[in-house]
T-cell receptor
Framework: GQSLEQPSEVTAVEGAIVQINCTYQ??????LSWYQQHDGGAPTFLSY????GLEETGRFSSFLSRSDSYGYLLLQELQMKDSASYFC?????????????FGKGTKLSVKP | NAGVMQNPRHLVRRRGQEARLRCSPM?????VYWYRQLPEEGLKFMVY????????ESGMPKERFSAEFPKEGPSILRIQQVVRGDSAAYFC?????????????????FGPGTRLLVL
């Protein structure tokens, strides 16, 4: 089976830095994506890693270690609007498996 | 608006009725994915389609559910004889694959979802 593990909830204060971890056990692996979803909203693409290392996009960075089957999303200079659920998702490699396997999400609450 | 469009945004059905959910992918995208999300859960893959072809339906229940993506028009997810357990948010995503052999990852962009409530 396929499984992605991420913490269910994280709380942080405005201006802080928070790291959301994701470990995965899947039958294949092509890349790790991160999505943000506000309550009642659609998932919004944040970042994608296919190779080991850190990808930086503004206040958000994402890291991948394929040998450890592990990645994380780093959010810096937290703002209230960052309060949302964050999902990691794996793309399995090969053939027609273009679908994403999602974790259950981490609910981030940013406090003043 | 060049984003992924879904309609209706909210759909209420009684048990036994049919639900039809529509998805228009982003302009230039020819790959569509349907996902289901229950409250407080992640998204679960249902089906992956290209124009006129179902590529992968491994996540779709064998009975009552069907999907299509015709040459013209939106992709349709159809649920026949709905039951209360079908109540969920159904999201559609689209992508434009790179076309390179063996590379099937392209960013998937999600629509706003259809929230189905079965009474």
């Amino acid at each position: 089976g396929q499984s992605l593990e991420q913490p269910s909830e994280v709380t942080a204060v405005e201006g802080a830095i928070v790291q959301i971890n994701c470990t995965y056990q899947t039958s294949g692996f092509y890349g790790l994506s991160w999505y943000q979803q506000h309550d009642g909203g659609a998932p919004t693409f944040l970042s994608y890693n296919a190779l080991d290392g850190l990808e930086e996009t503004g206040r958000f960075s994402s890291f991948l270690s394929r040998s450890d089957s592990y990645g994380y999303l780093l959010l810096q200079e937290l703002q209230m609007k960052d309060s949302a659920s964050y999902f990691c998702a794996v793309t399995l490699d090969g053939g027609s498996q273009g679908n994403l396997i999602f974790g259950k999400g981490t609910k981030l609450s940013v406090k003043p | 608006n060049a984003g992924v469009m879904q309609n209706p945004r909210h759909l209420v059905r009684r048990r036994g009725q049919e639900a039809r959910l529509r998805c228009s992918p982003m302009k230039g995208h020819s790959h569509v994915y349907w996902y289901r999300q229950l409250p407080e859960e992640g998204l679960k893959f249902m089906v992956y389609l290209q124009k006129e072809n179902i590529i992968d339906e491994s996540g779709m229940p064998k009975e009552r559910f069907s999907a299509e993506f015709p040459k013209e028009g939106p992709s349709i997810l159809r649920i026949q004889q709905v039951v209360r357990g079908d109540s969920a948010a159904y999201f559609c995503a689209s992508s434009q694959l790179s076309g390179l052999a063996g590379r099937n990852q392209e960013t998937q962009y999600f629509g706003p979802g259809t929230r189905l409530l079965v009474l």
